[in-house]
């Protein structure tokens, strides 16, 4: 017998229409699950961080029988039974996964009808823009800030190619809304990037020639062989993976890059859901009609964020900021929503 197949021991099924039976004692839930990181997933088969930690190594997993369709993405939190060495051709189970604190959907396309988690749990969505070569956009920028806001992710603007432009136009946009921004050019290490990066789980997005790979191959020493390894993970195949984290050298923070993902599922986000990742607002709107936009006159005449701005609690230029990237997820209609115009 293989060694993948000695997981069975504990294969369990928790059967459904047992009522409020509790689970059996022999295997409570599961206590002896070790926690682990998803870190690639591809055909059935996800790759795990255990310990959520790069200094061990990976471990494929498959998804218990008892999870059912249970969606598991890159950045899940899950509990791992079974061989856990990482040893070729070793197979473990994900028998849980945990509630997610944050997540970013990707835009349904042609071949895939659902709007689909592409990464959980990630602290920070790292919006990867160049200064030239290609022109930046505030279009695609603020679609990013509406997917990062509504997922709970706290949004950073990497300005790249600053050698060829003065970052300073395009960072003025977004100085009011008071997230980082940084700023790379060619020849020198992003220094000011990887100290953001550190001890957290970072997705970066960016458009195609922005730099990104440059990026990540100076963030991440061997990020090439690793993108070739795990593309390649459980059945031989290359595939196009939508996510895939990579460690950061000090063993603790990731880099989740999205190769595969061009445009973030606005579908189900509503102007409140990014009202709330503002502390000083979110409370205010509650003093708005129902269904207000936030988005002021004449949209919307009794925003209560106006009457902020009266009060001298909020300045004008903030709201300013804040409205333009409403009206970037207002502009969406959808199901035909995209990041990358
Ligand atoms: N001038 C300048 N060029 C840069 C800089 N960073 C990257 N480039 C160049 O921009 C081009 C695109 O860089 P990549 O890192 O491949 O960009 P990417 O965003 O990963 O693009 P894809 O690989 O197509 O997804 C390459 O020719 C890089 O050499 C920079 O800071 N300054
Ligand atoms: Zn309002």
Same mark, same amino acid.
């Not at 839930?29 to 200094?55: K, L, Q």
């Not at 020849?187 to 001890?199: I, K, R, V, Y």
């Not at 609690?313 to 900021?321: H, M, Q, V, Y």
């Given at each position: ?155 950073? &603007? ?38 953001? &990066? ?5 997705? !970066? ?40 984290? &990579? ?57 209560? !964020? ?36």
């Amino acid at each position: 017998m293989s060694r993948a197949r000695q997981y069975d021991e504990s294969d369990v099924r928790v059967r459904p229409g047992r009522g409020s039976r509790p689970r059996t004692k022999r295997r409570p839930d599961h206590a002896d699950a070790e926690e682990a990181m998803v870190v690639a997933v591809d055909r059935g088969r996800w790759t795990c961080a255990p310990g959520g930690a790069a200094d061990r190594p990976p471990v494929t997993a498959m998804r218990a029988r008892e999870l059912g369709r249970t969606p598991i993405v890159v950045g899940d939190r899950v509990g791992l039974v079974g061989d856990l060495t990482g040893a070729p051709d070793t197979l473990a189970r994900i028998v849980r996964v945990e509630e997610r604190r944050t997540l970013l959907r990707r835009t349904a396309d042609d071949t895939d009808p659902y709007e689909r988690v592409v990464v959980a749990n990630a602290d920070r969505l790292v919006v990867v823009t160049s200064l030239a070569e290609p022109e930046p956009r505030t279009g695609f920028v603020d679609r990013c800030l509406v997917a990062a806001y509504a997922g709970g992710l706290e949004p950073v &603007l990497c300005l790249t190619k600053a050698d060829l432009a003065d970052p300073g136009p395009f960072a003025a946009h977004y100085a009011e809304l008071e997230f980082p921004v940084v700023v790379t050019r060619r020849g020198e290490f992003p220094t000011a990037l990887a100290e953001l &990066l550190e001890a957290r789980v970072s997705a !970066l997005v960016g458009h195609s020639g922005v730099g990104k790979s440059t990026l990540v191959n100076a963030l991440v020493p061997d990020a090439e062989q690793r993108t070739g390894r795990v593309s390649g993970v459980g059945k031989g195949r290359h595939t196009t993976t939508a996510a895939l984290a &990579l460690p950061l050298p000090d063993g603790r923070g990731w880099v989740v890059d999205t190769p595969g993902v061009r445009s973030f599922g606005l579908a189900h986000v509503t102007p409140d859901d990014v009202i709330a990742a503002f502390d000083d607002l979110a409370a205010a709107v509650e003093e708005c009609p129902r269904g207000c936009g936030h988005l002021g006159p004449p949209a919307d005449p009794e925003c209560a !964020l106006d009457a902020l701005v009266g009060e001298g609690a909020l300045r004008p230029g903030r709201l300013a900021a804040l409205r333009r990237v409403l009206v970037a997820l207002r502009a969406a209609p959808p199901g035909a929503l995209t990041a990358d115009r």
